[in-house]
């Protein structure tokens, strides 16, 4: 028996064990990882994935992130926000299709006229989107970054079940090396308490392959999700953008096959260790690598993400550059996704939310 196989039998794991299986030496030892998260992945979820169609529904964004395409200082972007009843006619298309779900991002704001906006999204949401396959209406998740806690109340009062709020990675010094000084690590972990304290049902992920980053970083931040007990993983590459000035303070660790490697084995990992939990095969992976998504489901992911923007916003609201999807409708990304699903052999689910049996308000 290899020493990884060897390893994949124990029940629980330390922080050496985390970087053992991020740093598998050759290609079987990979394959032996996958395959196990994979088993992990058909035992405590099966072979169904969800969807969670994804509206971003505004670019305007008050936060300078040093990687991030709609931040703040990016002067060569048409800023939008989609109306209300735009977002209500995407959650009902979305409703009507059999997805269950649906995320509403945006950059973050804190405005009492943003705030107001969203609440009346998603109180209009959960009314309208009410029908006999989905008696409770689409279950929402929120994206729109650090709030107050009575906003994150008023969120969770009007409807929304779930939030993500990534915390991009756990290093102190590389968050502060990524992120302006008036941004905090310890002001996310204080946020991120808060969402559970509300009782949502949280999720939180890391950029992989930012500059500086290494394994030990990164087993760190499995080790916060463990700590944290979070619900849900959303986790991707990190992709340059040309007006974000990250792309010019150093050098990328890894090379981009690295990256999506890495991406993906912190996604087996994160399967082994959690078992349960919804990992998302996120839309970043699909765009250093034509079949990242798939890949991202073949190592234990159970989660995609289409999109629903409308596609006059699309080019506008590009995080990262060469974002896939870009010209596509919202029916063509339904269609897509349906096929690659059946191509690594699972289902997609309809109708239904999708919470994983561990959470519990
Ligand atoms: N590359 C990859 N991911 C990015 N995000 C923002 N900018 C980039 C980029 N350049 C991710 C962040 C954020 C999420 C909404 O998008 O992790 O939390």
Redo the contacts with the bound molecule.
């Keep these: 028996m290899s020493d990884i196989q060897s390893l994949l039998r124990q029940t629980s794991f330390q922080k050496e064990d985390v970087i053992t299986l991020l740093s598998p030496q050759n290609t079987d030892d990979i394959e032996t990882i996958r395959r196990h998260a994979e088993r992990v992945l058909l035992r405590a979820i099966g072979k169904k994935v969800h969807y969670r169609g994804l509206v971003e529904f505004s670019n305007r964004c008050n936060l300078d ?1 040093y ?3 709609i931040r703040r200082s990016n002067g060569t972007l048409t800023r939008f926000s989609m109306s209300v009843d735009n977002i209500v006619d995407a959650a009902k298309w979305c409703a009507a299709k059999g997805y269950g779900s649906i995320v509403l ?1 945006s950059g973050q704001r804190t405005g009492n006229d943003f705030i107001e906006h969203v609440v009346s999204a998603i109180s209009r949401i959960k009314k309208e989107t009410v029908s006999s396959s989905l008696p409770d209406g689409l279950g929402i998740t929120l ?1 729109v970054g650090e709030q107050s806690k009575e906003t994150y109340m008023r969120f969770f009062n009007a409807g929304a079940h779930r939030y ?3 915390i ?1 990675t756990t290093h102190p010094g590389l968050f502060s090396k990524i992120h302006p000084p008036t941004q905090t690590l310890e002001h996310r972990i204080e946020c991120l308490n808060t969402l559970k304290e509300i009782g949502f049902m949280v999720g939180t ?3 992989i392959g930012l500059p500086g980053q290494t394994i030990r970083m990164l087993a760190d931040d499995i080790l916060f999700f463990q700590q944290y007990n979070i619900d849900m993983i959303g986790m ?6 040309r007006q ?1 000035p ?1 792309q010019n303070l150093s050098e990328a660790t890894w090379t981009t096959p690295a990256i999506l490697q890495k991406a993906l084995l912190m996604i087996a990992v994160c399967r082994i260790l959690f078992k349960d939990i919804n990992i998302a095969a996120t839309t ?1 992976l699909q765009a250093i690598a034509p079949k990242g998504r798939e890949e991202g489901l073949r190592y234990g992911a159970n989660i995609l993400m289409p999109q629903l923007t409308p596609t006059r916003f699309r080019k506008s609201y590009q ?2 550059e060469n974002k896939p999807c870009l010209e596509e409708s919202k029916g063509d990304c339904a269609l897509c996704l349906k096929s690659r699903i059946e191509s690594v052999d699972r289902q997609l689910a309809v109708n239904e939310w999708g919470d994983p049996h561990s959470f519990s308000h």
């Excluded at 991707?236 to 953008?241: K, R, V």
């Design positions: 992130c990687y991030c395409g991002q994206c993500l709020l990534r991009e992920g890391v950029m991707g590459p990190y992709l340059p953008h974000a990250l970043a995080l990262y």
